[in-house]
């Protein structure tokens, strides 16, 4: 980042040398060539007012507005006085380029309406050029007509830099966006899912705790209810250390550690998802494709977190479900993933079903679809006619990576 930082700077200190250089070189021709033509001191308004605009066209990274509205006053005095004392023709070819150079950059740097005003200045300078331009008006003489070349030329340099500027940023902007929104998705499967056990078993933990201490109980009793306490803890613990791993996943990604474990799941990690989720008190039919599907990372990952979501979503809105079914299928198009539970309606309704409630709300739908639409895909979520709820994903797969 320094070394392009460092290589940026040299390069602008090259062009200005350049320019110089070159800005010098026609005032030197052109004093020399009206000394030749015009005799005495013809050449000093062009050489000083040339100098003065070169220098401002030098300096303009200090302050272009002001840089350039200093040029173009310059300009104009310069013909005016010009045609009063019947000098040779103003702008001469020096001051014409450093007027180019000041519009060209204040137009593709400044805000709209400086940028507006510095274009304006400059048209004004090729006008008054051209009034003042003798014959006049039999013809037109070459200096207007090298002034209004210039002034086009800085019109269109400068509107073509500034389109490049906005689409850059625009660029930029979407893929700070996407960015957000990736890091946004990954933070809400992988430490919410976890987070949500640990708030599941540690409701079932107090459960426990008040009835072992709401009186005497047989012994046997006592000694399942501490065995159901010490089961809820282990699990609490389990899902922490999960927490804390996928935490560190995301936080390497966001780092962007070279030594970051990747975050995207396997296939096979769908079989410890759908364990730990029977732990907590669920029955799950889960039907994989045969033979080990070798599906691309993105989408083994969108994979897993639909169905991880769509399990987190069952834990938190739908806990009297008794039978979950998970189906990962292959399908000419792509891969299929569907998750359906048999809770009755009312009691678990589903986020998407309340939208007066946004206590039910959340972001993981949107994350679902964000992802899947992001491949090409599409996810559909929605209540079943005879009761329970179903999500549902289509993703395309290249026909290569099903083979």
């Known amino acids: 980042m320094h070394t392009t930082g460092r290589g940026a700077a040299l390069t602008r200190i090259v062009g200005d040398v350049l ?116 014959p006049f008006p039999q013809g037109a003489t070459p200096v207007p007509m090298v002034n209004a070349a210039g002034w086009l030329a800085a019109v269109a340099a400068g509107l073509g830099g500034r ?100 975050i995207a799941p396997t296939p096979e990690a769908l079989g410890t998802l759908v364990r730990r989720f029977e732990a907590r008190g669920h029955s799950i039919d889960l039907s994989l494709p045969d033979g080990g599907p070798a599906w691309p990372p993105e989408v083994t990952t969108t994979v897993h977190r639909v169905v991880q979501e769509a399990l987190t979503n069952i834990t938190r809105h739908a806990p009297h479900a008794r039978t979950v079914t998970v189906s990962v299928c292959n399908v000419p198009a792509g891969v299929t993933v569907e998750v359906s539970d048999d809770a009755p309606h009312a009691a678990g309704l589903h986020p998407t079903l309340q939208p007066a409630l946004p206590t039910r709300g959340g972001y993981g739908l949107i994350g679902m679809r964000e992802r899947v639409e992001t491949l090409g895909g599409a996810l559909e979520a929605g209540p079943c006619p005879g009761g329970g709820w179903t999500v549902r994903a289509a993703l395309p797969v290249p026909a290569e990576e099903t083979r």
């Open 19 to 134: 320019l110089g250089l070159l800005l010098a070189a026609l005032l030197l021709f052109t004093a020399a060539a009206l000394a030749a033509s015009w005799g005495g001191f013809s050449w000093v308004l062009g050489l000083s007012a040339g100098t003065v605009v070169g220098a401002l066209a030098l300096l303009r990274r200090r302050g272009r507005f002001g840089t350039a509205l200093g040029g173009l006053g310059v300009a104009a005095a310069t013909i005016f006085v010009a045609r009063l004392a019947g000098l040779p023709e103003e702008p001469a070819p020096a001051m014409a380029l450093a007027l180019a150079v000041l519009v060209a950059s204040g137009i593709r740097t400044l805000p709209t309406r400086r940028a507006a005003v510095v274009a304006g200045g400059g048209l004004v300078v090729v006008i008054g050029s051209w009034l003042a331009a003798t």
């Open 163 to 262: 389109l490049l500027v906005a689409r850059r940023e625009a660029a930029v902007e979407r893929v700070r966006h996407e960015e957000r929104l990736a890091m946004a998705r990954e933070l809400h499967d992988v430490v919410a899912h976890h987070i949500t056990g640990i708030v599941v078993q540690a409701q079932a933990a107090q459960i426990v705790a008040r009835r072992t201490s709401s009186g005497p109980a047989p012994t046997g009793s006592a000694s399942t209810g501490s065995a159901q306490l010490a089961s809820s803890l282990e699990d609490i613990e389990a899902a922490g250390s999960d927490a804390l791993t996928s935490l560190r996943r995301v936080v390497g990604l966001l780092r962007d550690a070279d030594d970051a474990s990747p």
